[in-house]
């Protein structure tokens, strides 16, 4: 995990800049979407963001729910919460968003304490998923929701194709060439094809004790949404 941490710290000043670059903003309008299945502007509401990173996703979950919720936004990158601090401040949110560095394995959170929970582009990179996913469930409130949104490649042949080509090769080369860092962004890829495909990480999920788990597709699968809600026991 410090070796996450570490390559984390060392991309946090151009994160920002290539997540929008390499993705060609698409990224944007992925978390618009999960933001909305966990917000509910009518209600008060307790919100975590693991894997926080910058803090686009927790910003974003900010500005869409009631004014009195709450987000906290945990990471194990100090890097990434620096630059995510700076960007509380321009927006003005220091106050309603609370930063947390910690790992998502071991939660430092009270069981039952969190309406909904989020995790973007972050689950791929944790050791023991199945045991990130009961922690969640533990902190989640009954009838507690969590949104995963994570990288994924193509179905439809020939759009796999090209899209291999370019993740596995060009973006290497872009995202080194930016950041100075050649390894993460040979990572990257490296950790999306490695990730379990969706009907495996469904059944996950459920094995894990969330109810309801359904999925959802963005850009031809390149983006995936996992959701799934803490049963009532």
């Known amino acids: 995990?410090?070796?996450?941490?570490?390559?984390?710290?060392?991309?946090?000043?151009?994160?920002?800049?290539l997540n929008h670059i390499l993705s060609l903003g698409?990224?944007?309008?992925?978390?618009?979407?999960?933001?909305?299945?966990?917000?509910?502007?009518?209600?008060?509401q307790n919100i975590l963001d693991i894997s926080c990173g910058t803090g686009d996703f927790s910003i974003l979950a900010a500005r869409s729910a009631?004014?009195?919720?709450?987000?906290?936004?945990?990471?194990?990158?100090?890097?990434?919460?620096?630059?995510?601090?700076?960007?509380?401040?321009?927006?003005?949110l220091a106050g309603k968003?609370?930063?947390?560095?910690?790992?998502?394995?071991?939660?430092p959170f009270s069981d039952n304490s969190f309406d909904s929970v989020s995790i973007a582009f972050g689950i791929r990179n944790m050791a023991d998923r199945p045991g990130v996913l009961r922690e969640v469930l533990r902190v989640l409130k009954p009838h507690g929701k969590l949104v995963i949104l994570e990288l994924s490649t193509p179905q439809a042949p020939v759009i796999h194709q090209l899209y291999c080509l370019y993740f596995k090769h060009i973006l290497p080369i872009i995202g080194g060439m930016v950041s100075g860092d050649k390894a993460a962004y040979r990572y990257l890829p490296a950790s999306v094809l490695a990730f379990p495909k969706k009907e495996e990480w469904?059944?996950?999920?459920?094995?894990?004790?969330?109810?309801?788990v359904a999925h959802r597709a963005f850009s031809f699968g390149i983006c995936r949404m996992y959701i799934g809600n803490k049963p009532n026991k």
């Open 202 to 212: 469904l059944r996950t999920m459920g094995e894990c004790g969330f109810s309801e």
């Open 1 to 17: 995990m410090n070796r996450i941490a570490e390559m984390f710290d060392s991309i946090a000043p151009d994160y920002d800049r």
């Open 97 to 107: 968003v609370q930063m947390v560095l910690g790992d998502a394995a071991a939660l």
């Open 66 to 92: 009631n004014p009195e919720s709450t987000v906290t936004g945990l990471d194990i990158s100090a890097g990434m919460l620096a630059v995510m601090k700076e960007k509380l401040r321009e927006e003005g």
């Open 26 to 44: 698409t990224d944007r309008c992925w978390r618009k979407r999960a933001v909305r299945a966990i917000t509910n502007p009518a209600v008060v």
